[in-house]
């Protein structure tokens, strides 16, 4: 689904819901940039590279672009329209146009992978997840962000079936987000609850040897 179209229930990309979301959007993104810095690999003597898969208008990607620790930031989707608002906003954003579950990057390109409110909406997410994985360099990190079980989102199971629950997505447990990651062969590390607590999001290692963190349910 196109970003256009996703909003277009509520007024479209240029209506006052849409910009509110955007503005407040931003604030969230330097949380979760702060966080995911956190956790970048520190064995790169060049800076890590990073990439944001399913990025919409791409906002993590600028922002770890100015980072001291990254030497690259890239950003894939495969909504034209999305991306074409990224480079509005940011004309050096590094914007690729693909899809997360087949993307046209080599395997072990970069130092962290990570998707925030995107897999959610694949028919199957897993093989997006696979993907991250496939691309994601050995000790590396993976992040994926999704609509929490536990959050003010909780009533989306009531709703699955109409408008607001699919463009809403299903809702994650920690396990179930847990399950996902470790089915794609991924050590999960550590976890947030972001956005006022609309999202959880866990960071995995890709190496067999990382121990699970502790997060709350």
Known sequence: MSLSSSWQFVGGVD??????????????????????????????????????????????????????????????????????????????????????????????????VFSSSTVEHLDHPGDAVHEMHRVCSSNGRVFVGVPYLFGPLMFQPLVRGTRIGEWLGPVFSRQKLGDL?????????????????????????KSSASSTGKAGA
């Open 15 to 112: 209506g006052w819901y849409y910009r509110f979301f955007d503005w407040l959007r931003m604030d969230v993104n330097r949380r979760l940039v702060r966080y995911l810095s956190s956790h970048l690999p520190g064995n790169s003597t060049h800076g890590a590279v990073v990439l944001e898969s399913g990025s919409g208008p791409a906002f993590a990607t600028s922002l770890f672009a100015r980072d001291h620790r990254v030497h690259r930031a890239v950003c894939l989707d495969i909504d034209e329209g999305a991306l074409r608002e990224a480079r509005r906003r940011d004309p050096e954003c590094r914007a690729v146009v693909g899809d997360m579950c087949n993307m046209p990057f080599r395997a072990d390109a970069f130092a962290m």
């Open 181 to 205: 990651l470790t089915s794609a062969g991924l050590t999960p590390v550590a976890s947030m609850r972001y956005f006022l607590r609309f999202f959880i999001g866990t960071v995995a290692s």
